[in-house]
């Protein structure tokens, strides 16, 4: 067995089909560039048709967010919006039930949540996560049950954790 690359890995790619579930990442106060790279290379990866960044999220162009993100930000359409009441308007004009991805008292695990056909993944700050103004707006929440002694993962790990679960989950056993 060997590692596919170059043509033969574009090759086994182009045959993959892409399920069919519609999903938009909405950043909020995603300020490391780091984290802002990476949730563009995941939502490349998963097909992302848009994401959101809004308040002090970090924007392209950045060096950081071009190194980590290895230009993705060129090929995933994005918008920054200031403020997160329009954010969230954004993405319900655009028929997204918006959920985030935040440890709440009314949160569930990420696994056991009924995510809609259009769903748009709101993840918060690095350090204080999404805002209490957010979640008054969202639909639901949910979380990814943690079994260490840390509270959370990486902001852009939660992120790809619980949007290929999103993409995948009509795959999984009932």
């Not at 999903?23 to 848009?50: C, H, T, W, Y």
């Not at 993944?121 to 204080?128: M, Y």
Request: hydrophobic share 45%; charged share 25%; proline share 6%.
């Amino acid at each position: 067995m060997k590692p596919l690359r170059g043509t033969a890995l574009k090759r086994f790619l182009k045959h993959l089909e892409r399920p069919p579930v519609d999903v938009m990442l909405l950043l909020q106060d995603v300020e490391d560039p780091v984290n802002v790279g990476s949730a563009f290379r995941i939502a490349d990866a998963a097909g992302v048709k848009e994401m959101l960044l809004t308040g002090i999220s970090a924007t392209p162009p950045h060096k950081r967010i071009d190194q980590v993100g290895r230009g993705k930000d060129k090929k995933v359409k994005w918008r920054k919006i200031e403020d997160i009441d329009a954010s969230i308007a954004a993405a319900r004009a655009a028929g997204y039930s918006p959920v985030a991805v935040e440890l709440t008292e009314t949160a569930v695990p990420y696994t056991e949540y009924a995510f809609p056909e259009k769903t748009c993944l709101v993840v918060g700050h690095e350090d204080h996560g999404v805002t209490r103004r957010a979640l008054e707006q969202v639909d639901g929440a949910v979380f990814i049950p943690m079994y260490g002694k840390g509270g959370s993962l990486n902001v852009h790990v939660a992120l790809a954790v619980v949007l290929f679960h999103v993409l995948h989950r009509r795959a999984l056993p009932d």
